[in-house]
């Protein structure tokens, strides 16, 4: 891992600090977690305050090295997460800044930095989830438009979006790689129908979605036409390989607060339990350094993160499960009492080896890219 920060970057890191400690304390309340237009105006409003304050442009175009430094910071201090922005800051933005054209770049990257546009995405299908080639949703060309009609899920806050980052079948005849487009489909374009569902929290973040002959600009087309699959995996690059670097540290705090609490409680006496905090201890200290050694990979490969993001994502969705089954043995009936957000994000876990890519995809990957095994047939 050669990762270094400079003095530049140390600069950074100071300033952004200090603003953090002036502007936290005068932030509103937090809206219930399941109040999701209440989350997206307390979300957006949040990453209006980095643009003001010249932050917001961190995720593009800062270097992967300041990147890393701003989410370190802002997740250390406890400030907002990106929440309803996550798919246009996350995944549409940089997948806009790496792909688009300059008049695409000039019309999404903006809005979503100022907070005032959301997007969701629209990848997986009923019967297209970790097989994502296998999408059906189909887009006929006609004139200057593509229409759209198919259905999708587990569609991200599709509920308060403004866009979504959609894959369409452009072409059934050729091999299913070869005939995907990524499409940027406006939420208020007629023949779209967005029904919730609820998660096992409780919650309403995902959605399934029904097109129904839904005309989409070609010049909202990223990428050329059938080439959607290539952009897709760029899209799927920052997913799996920076877009979780807030949440390592959220999780090696969370660790110090559980060992904490472990030596209060009294269960830290418990010979099982030290070794299984040590060991996860262990465990998000090498996946920073491995976090590091990604955003090291990108720095030099032009901002795009590499196959080490289905390493890390990988071993971080077990991780982040066992690090909340550990806490559960540590805390006992008290997890209870933590909030409605915590366990939240205790459930939101066991979706961690499901979402951006099923635990069994990214051994594939691994298995085929770096190990150099043969294809499963």
């Known amino acids: 891992m050669d990762l270094a920060y400079g003095e ?5 890191r100071a300033r952004l600090r200090a603003w953090l400690a002036t502007v936290l304390p005068t932030l509103p ?11 997206r105006a307390y979300d957006c409003g949040w990453q209006r305050r980095l643009f003001d304050a010249g932050y917001a442009d961190v995720h593009w175009d800062a270097s992967p090295t300041r990147r890393l430094i701003f989410l370190e910071e802002t997740e250390r201090a406890g400030a907002p997460y990106v929440g309803a922005n996550f798919v246009g800051l996350l995944h549409a933005g940089p997948t806009i800044a790496a792909e688009g054209t300059a008049a695409q770049r000039e019309r999404w990257l903006q809005p979503v930095l100022r907070g005032d546009e959301v997007w ?17 949703t189909r887009a006929v060309r006609d004139g200057d438009a593509y229409v759209v009609s198919g259905s999708k ?13 959609l894959l369409v079948r452009t072409d059934a005849s ?30 309403t973040e995902f959605a399934e979605m029904f097109l129904d002959e839904v005309r989409v600009p070609v010049a909202n ?21 920076t877009a979780f670097v807030g949440e390592v540290v959220a999780c090696r705090r969370v660790l110090g607060e559980l060992a904490a609490t472990a030596r209060k409680n009294g269960t830290w ?42 390493v890390f994502k990988l071993r971080y969705s077990h991780a982040r499960q066992e690090l909340y089954d550990a806490a559960a043995d540590v805390l006992g009936p008290d997890a209870l009492d933590l ?21 069994q995809i990214q051994r594939n990957i691994v298995a085929e890219r770096i190990l150099g095994l043969p294809k499963g047939r």
């Open 120 to 136: 969701c995405q629209g990848f997986s299908e009923p019967e297209a989830g970790s097989d994502l080639a296998g999408l059906r």
């Open 269 to 310: 006496d418990e010979p099982v339990i030290r070794r299984r905090l040590g060991r996860l201890s262990a465990e998000f200290r090498a996946l920073w350094r491995l976090t590091q050694w990604n955003v090291s990979e990108a720095e030099a490969t032009g901002g795009v993160p590499g196959i080490g993001g289905s």
């Open 153 to 165: 899920i587990w569609t991200s806050h599709a509920e308060v979006a403004d866009w979504c980052e």
């Open 29 to 39: 309340p937090k809206p219930d977690p399941m109040d999701w237009p209440g989350r």
């Open 339 to 359: 909030g409605r957000e915590w366990n939240l994000d205790r459930l939101s876990s066991l979706s961690y080896t499901i979402a951006a890519g099923t635990s």
């Open 174 to 203: 050729g091999p299913r790689h070869r005939g995907i487009s990524w499409l940027a489909m406006p939420m208020d374009a007629p023949g779209i129908t967005v029904r919730p569902l609820r998660t096992l929290a409780g919650s």
């Open 8 to 12: 530049e970057e140390e600069e950074f």
């Open 221 to 241: 087309r990223v990428g050329e036409e059938n080439d959607g699959w290539r952009v897709t995996m760029v899209t799927l690059s920052f997913e799996r390989g």
